[in-house]
């Protein structure tokens, strides 16, 4: 249903746009182009060209599109407040109508000499309509959102421009309202300072879904582990506060703190609807039994599905001729003359080659007459992995689990053996003090050997394996957390737009 409304929205939109375009004297060829034929709005309404590249900048450029619309339908004379509530929120629907119907005219900028409000009013007046329209729009119906991150490759590429669908999980209410709109945790030009205000903090609550989180959709969601961050660009989500605290101060929060005073950093204690947006496959659903061996995932047992442009580490040995550039350009994508991780020559052995690449592009390495083996590398490199307890859990990111994800309604019990895996959950996200004291726990004040999980929880992991943070580092996704599902592609560029993926449904 939710993919289905934001096609609909989508496809409505641009059919009522090439309509109106062609009432407006525009000829076919341009009024049907997607995207350009907003080009020919800016021009016909003689809006300053800058906004039609504004309106390509993720989360402002609903804002500007919709503004945009507004404009083009006072040129034919819409100008009330209930004609400016329909193009915004049901364009799919009222701008076919208007393109359509035999009674609706192109005015030109000549629309509103007559009326009482000169026309910057009327654009002001649009302006603030298009702001509240695009908020609500963004915060029950589906969002923009860019690909920061090869952490998704090759399934989603860095600037795939995404429509995240937050119909079908249920459409959550913002805990923290009173913020700046458009942006998301962040002032506009700082990526320091907070975008919103705390003054009302509301409960979490979710309108209803029509239906939960499936197993391998493809999620996006606000990070577990970025509720506190170190306040500076070399630190927040990329490195994360706790694995600093845990790595290289073994928890001791008053010497990171002290040390963070002397370097002029602090903390930033982030809502949960503010924490940085992630976007991730989620490989396991409450109750799930995850596993992965030798870098094989495994969920309840079985083999896990790949998604078919999943890439990970492959360990290539050749006879002593290299593998040649232009192979790896061409066929992998792979560009030497720049810095990068995918291709890496071990130094152990100029014979040896590390390539990070899908499945199917490992069984064409396999094929090279000078290549004699590929084999999936595997990293065992134990202490960098949730729970972070190498007695109880000698996991590494390759060899990980069995774990079982907390579903709603479990009984835990609470010992020394296993306490690492839930006193997170127990204590920050559902919010319980969580206290040791002469070897008994105690929940709240109350001694407990048992605890009952009050809400669901999903374990998300990248599709680029080994260049991925994800729940192998952090652990377990609550349900709280869970924005909405990534549907389609709509926009997609490196250096020069990548047609072949504008509206690719996200598999």
Not at 213 to 219: A, E, L, Y
Not at 341 to 348: G, K, N, R, S, Y
Not at 448 to 461: G, V
Request: contains cysteine.
């Amino acid at each position: 249903m939710g993919i289905v409304l934001v096609m609909l929205y989508w496809l409505g939109w641009h059919i009522g746009i090439y309509a109106l375009l062609k009432k407006a004297g525009v000829e076919n060829k341009k009024a049907i182009v997607p995207i350009y034929n907003t080009w020919e709005v800016v021009k016909l309404c003689n809006i300053k060209k800058v906004w039609f590249w504004i309106q390509l900048i993720p989360i402002v450029g609903q804002f500007v599109t919709l503004w945009i619309s507004i404009i083009f339908v006072m040129h034919f004379k819409k100008v009330n407040f209930i004609q400016h509530t329909l193009t915004a929120i049901v364009p799919f629907i009222y701008l076919p109508y208007l393109g359509f119907s035999k009674t609706t005219k192109w005015h030109g900028t000549n629309a509103l000499e007559h009326y009482h409000k000169p026309a910057s009013r009327e654009w002001i007046d649009a302006a603030v309509f298009a702001v509240v329209a695009a908020t609500i729009i963004r915060t029950f119906l589906f969002e923009a959102y860019v690909i920061p991150t090869g952490s998704m490759e090759k399934t989603l590429l860095v600037n795939d421009f995404l429509f995240v669908d937050k119909v079908t999980y249920g459409a959550r209410i913002p805990m923290t309202p009173l913020s700046f709109p458009f942006v998301h945790n962040t002032m506009p030009g700082s990526i320091t300072t907070p975008s919103y205000l705390q003054w009302i903090n509301l409960d979490y609550y979710r309108l209803p879904k029509i239906r939960e989180v499936k197993r391998n959709d493809v999620v996006v969601f606000n990070f577990p582990a970025g509720d506190t961050i170190i306040n500076s660009p070399d630190f927040g989500s990329k490195v994360p506060y706790y694995d600093v605290l845990r790595d290289q101060f073994k928890g001791d929060r008053v010497k990171l703190t002290e040390k963070l005073a002397e370097e002029g950093l602090s903390l930033l204690v982030h809502p949960i609807d503010k924490t940085d947006n992630y976007i991730k496959r989620c490989v396991g659903i409450p109750g799930d039994v995850i596993q992965v061996k030798n870098s094989q995932l495994y969920v309840n047992g079985q083999q896990a599905f790949v998604a078919p442009n999943a890439q990970t580490e492959y360990i290539v040995v050749t006879n002593g001729n290299p593998i040649p550039e232009n192979y790896l350009q061409e066929n992998l994508g792979i560009n030497t003359a720049e810095a990068n991780t995918d291709f890496q020559v071990l130094p152990e052995s100029p014979n040896t080659y590390s390539i990070n690449m899908t499945a199917a592009a490992a069984n064409d390495v396999r094929k090279l007459p000078n290549v004699k083996s590929v084999e999936l590398f595997v990293d065992n490199t134990a202490g960098r992995t949730f729970p972070f307890d190498t007695i109880h859990y000698p996991w590494t990111m390759d060899n990980f689990g069995p774990l079982r994800i907390p579903k709603k309604g479990d009984v835990i019990s609470l010992n020394d053996n296993n306490i690492e895996l839930y006193s997170r959950l127990i204590a920050t996200y559902e919010h319980n003090t969580l206290d040791k004291k002469n070897g008994q726990y105690y929940i709240n004040g109350t001694a407990a050997t048992t605890y009952i999980i009050k809400q669901d929880y999903y374990w998300m992991m990248g599709d680029n394996r080994h260049r991925s943070q994800d729940s192998r580092f952090w652990g377990y996704v609550p349900e709280t957390h869970i924005v909405g599902r990534a549907a389609l592609i709509w926009f997609s560029y490196d250096k020069a737009i990548r047609w072949n993926r504008l509206f690719n449904l996200i598999k």
